[in-house]
């Protein structure tokens, strides 16, 4: 075997890998299953002499580059979208000023008793989450956030989801968690900001209607009863570790 042949095969096992972590938890898994049964029945059909089924799907499969890039359009654009992006433009200042607002937000709807569930996308799409409530594509602030979730709103029960820098949708629905070794005494709201973060690499804000306290969760754990001050250094050490301080003191100078 030549050193050409294992560069070769470490950067088809990376790129696959790469577009594995990138659909995770979005539709396209879904696709690519059952695509991956209509090619099965394809061979099967030509052991089984199945020639009329056979040809048919044989049709269909011809074009199979042309039907991939049309099934798979919106997830081919965001993973070329994401390979094109080098690391230290991943924090961008829409981002770094919507994190701020989310923290400024999480306190005022604490004191306030106001319930919330704000999710912020990194790099596994949410956008089959964000189909299942209103799209607004919104800049985050504070007021837009305190607005969404106020009692007796539309969309107060649901699920905020920010997606680069900007708000992409509210009133979301999310899966719960099934972990068993979460307290019983934990809410839907709690639950369901779990099981987006078991699912995908999100990062979800959580403030308690009855007792005001702040959570986070974060791969499937969640940390109770924070203050303002360390939501915000959990949430930008959670996008730019490398860049949260900079950016922190940018932000007191402007």
Known sequence: MRWQDVVDILLVAFIIYRIMVLIRGTRAVQMAAGLGVIILIYFVARQLGLYTLHWLLGTALSSIFLLVVIVFQDDIRRVL??????????????????????????????????????????????????????????????????????????????????????LAAAGCV???????????????????GIGITEQTDAVTVIVSEETGSISVA?????????????????????????????????????
């Open 81 to 166: 979208t994401q390979f094109g992006q080098a690391p230290f433009l991943k924090y961008k200042v829409k981002t770094f000023h919507a994190l701020e607002e989310v923290a400024k937000a999480a306190s005022e709807m604490s004191n306030n008793g106001i319930g919330a569930l704000i999710v912020l996308e990194r790099t596994v799409g949410l956008n089959e989450f964000m189909e299942t409530g209103t799209r607004l594509d919104a800049e985050v602030t504070r007021i837009l956030l305190n607005t969404i979730f106020a009692k007796c709103t539309p969309l107060h029960d649901g699920a905020v989801i920010i997606q680069g820098g900007r």
């Open 174 to 192: 999310l899966p719960l968690t099934s972990n068993p070794a979460i307290s019983r005494r934990l809410g839907t709201r709690h639950r369901a």
């Open 218 to 254: 974060i791969a499937g754990r969640i940390t109770r009863d924070i203050d303002p001050g360390t939501l915000r250094r959990i949430l930008h050490n959670s996008f730019a570790p490398e860049e949260a301080e900079k950016s922190w003191w940018r932000f007191r100078l402007k």
